[in-house]
């Protein structure tokens, strides 16, 4: 088929834009034409930190056909590049703030037309962390035009049908990590060291986790990620008030591809302490360093983390769950038996599934 991709590819940073580029490169090795149509100006407001990728440098291979044209300074652009997709067999949309997309996805399928090509969307999050009334009206208008919609969880599935009544399917988010991670062998000494690798915004909870590792002495932590709005002076303030300025180190900032490997090299294991959650690949991120997962039992993260088998899992929000489990996890013999069971990522068969999903 002849597909087109609406969504961010490089040099915007981050997993979204790394997951549009990898699936442009399997629906291409599956038989399919492809393109791209990314974003040169994507957002209509100031943005709370970086866009793009700090050095200029691709994370994952570059997709040839990859063209950044839409802008938010432009949207007579939206239903321009709508037109010239007419021909197309399949438009796929990645979806995962409605604000910013709702207009784009709307005016790009009105475009289209209804005899045009199929519409799918593609759900990284339904509705944004901090959803709106906004939000929420302009997922539903969406949602009821498209054809078929992609989650990546039943949990999302639920979330999606109080929206609409358009086709569903899931498909498991597989794995389209950064670099060329390869799995770490840690030699069993524990380090007493634990790491949050990721953005940092509220929904993380890693207020939850300062209020937890004050419960485990001796524990280190670091927190390495770009902090989200005023996430980092809040940070900075509780980890003050609990004491924990000698066993808590922040690393604010983008991390590069080529910087995280040392960062799970010297971790005892991955802490996830999510509020909410819908697909991640933070836990295949863990895996692949070699490195168990601590996690909250929401979204994606239940089902991907086995608990008491090469991960601990948790009740989200709560302080005393997750110190227990920080506390367990150090018992004689439990991390290296929750080390030793970490599964082996390997994300092919989980392409074709996703592949399939999208294109049968």
């Given at each position: 088929?002849?597909?087109?991709?609406?969504?961010?590819?490089?040099?915007?940073?981050?997993?979204?834009?790394?997951?549009?580029?990898?699936?442009?490169?399997?629906?291409?090795?599956?038989?399919?034409?492809?393109?791209?149509v990314?974003?040169?100006?994507?957002?209509?407001?100031?943005?709370?930190?970086?866009?793009?990728?700090?050095?200029?440098?691709?994370?994952?291979?570059?997709?040839?056909?990859?063209?950044?044209?839409?802008?938010?300074?432009?949207?007579a652009?939206?239903?321009?590049?709508?037109?010239?997709?007419?021909?197309?067999?399949?438009?796929?949309?990645?979806?995962?703030?409605?604000?910013?997309?709702?207009?784009?996805?709307?005016?790009?399928?009105?475009?289209?037309?209804?005899?045009?090509?199929?519409?799918v969307?593609?759900?990284?999050?339904?509705?944004?962390?901090?959803?709106?009334?906004?939000?929420?009206?302009?997922?539903?208008?969406?949602?009821?035009?498209?054809?078929?919609?992609?989650?990546?969880?039943?949990?999302?599935?639920?979330?999606?049908?109080?929206?609409?009544?358009?086709?569903?399917?899931?498909?498991?988010?597989?794995?389209?990590?950064?670099?060329?991670?390869?799995?770490?062998?840690?030699?069993?000494?524990?380090?007493?060291?634990?790491?949050?690798?990721?953005?940092?915004?509220?929904?993380?909870?890693?207020?939850?986790?300062?209020?937890?590792?004050?419960?485990?002495?001796?524990?280190?932590?670091?927190?390495?990620?770009?902090?989200?709005?005023?996430?980092?002076?809040?940070?900075?303030?509780?980890?003050?008030?609990?004491?924990?300025?000698?066993?808590v180190?922040l690393?604010?900032?983008?991390?590069?591809a080529?910087?995280?490997?040392?960062?799970?090299?010297?971790?005892?294991?991955?802490?996830?302490?999510?509020?909410?959650?819908?697909?991640?690949?933070m836990?295949?991120?863990?895996?692949?360093?070699?490195v168990p997962?601590?996690?909250?039992?929401?979204?994606?993260?239940?089902?991907?983390?086995?608990?008491?088998?090469?991960?601990?899992?948790?009740?989200?929000?709560?302080?005393?769950?997750?110190?227990?489990?920080i506390?367990?996890?150090?018992?004689?013999?439990?991390?290296?038996?929750?080390?030793?069971?970490i599964?082996?990522?390997?994300?092919?068969?989980?392409?074709?599934?996703?592949?399939?999903?999208?294109?049968?």
């Open positions: 088929m002849k597909i087109a991709i609406v969504g961010p590819t490089h040099p915007y940073k981050g997993g979204i834009p790394q997951h549009t580029t990898a699936l442009a490169h399997h629906l291409q090795t599956a038989g399919h034409q492809v393109t791209i990314g974003w040169k100006h994507q957002y209509p407001f100031f943005y709370p930190g970086v866009q793009f990728v700090p050095d200029g440098k691709p994370e994952l291979p570059l997709f040839h056909d990859s063209k950044r044209v839409l802008s938010w300074r432009n949207p652009g939206w239903a321009a590049w709508a037109r010239r997709l007419r021909k197309y067999d399949e438009v796929i949309f990645a979806w995962f703030v409605p604000t910013i997309q709702g207009p784009v996805v709307l005016t790009m399928m009105k475009a289209l037309g209804k005899s045009g090509p199929k519409k969307i593609l759900c990284h999050n339904i509705v944004s962390h901090s959803a709106s009334g906004p939000d929420k009206t302009l997922t539903k208008l969406a949602f009821s035009r498209a054809d078929e919609i992609l989650v990546h969880s039943e949990a999302q599935a639920e979330q999606v049908r109080a929206f609409t009544s358009t086709l569903i399917k899931i498909a498991k988010l597989p794995a389209h990590l950064p670099g060329q991670p390869q799995q770490i062998k840690h030699n069993g000494a524990l380090r007493q060291h634990l790491l949050f690798f990721g953005l940092v915004r509220k929904y993380k909870g890693i207020d939850v986790l300062l209020k937890a590792l004050a419960q485990a002495p001796d524990i280190t932590l670091t927190i390495a990620g770009e902090m989200w709005g005023k996430q980092q002076a809040n940070l900075e303030a509780l980890i003050q008030e609990l004491n924990l300025e000698k066993r180190t690393q604010p900032g983008y991390v590069p080529d910087q995280i490997a040392p960062l799970f090299e010297k971790a005892d294991a991955q802490v996830l302490p999510y509020r909410k959650a819908t697909g991640s690949q836990v295949d991120m863990a895996f692949t360093h070699g997962v601590i996690a909250s039992r929401t979204g994606s993260l239940g089902t991907q983390v086995r608990d008491g088998i090469d991960g601990l899992l948790v009740e989200p929000e709560s302080v005393q769950a997750l110190a227990a489990a506390k367990h996890f150090y018992e004689a013999g439990v991390a290296q038996k929750l080390s030793s069971n599964p082996q990522v390997s994300s092919e068969n989980d392409w074709q599934a996703y592949v399939a999903a999208l294109t049968n």
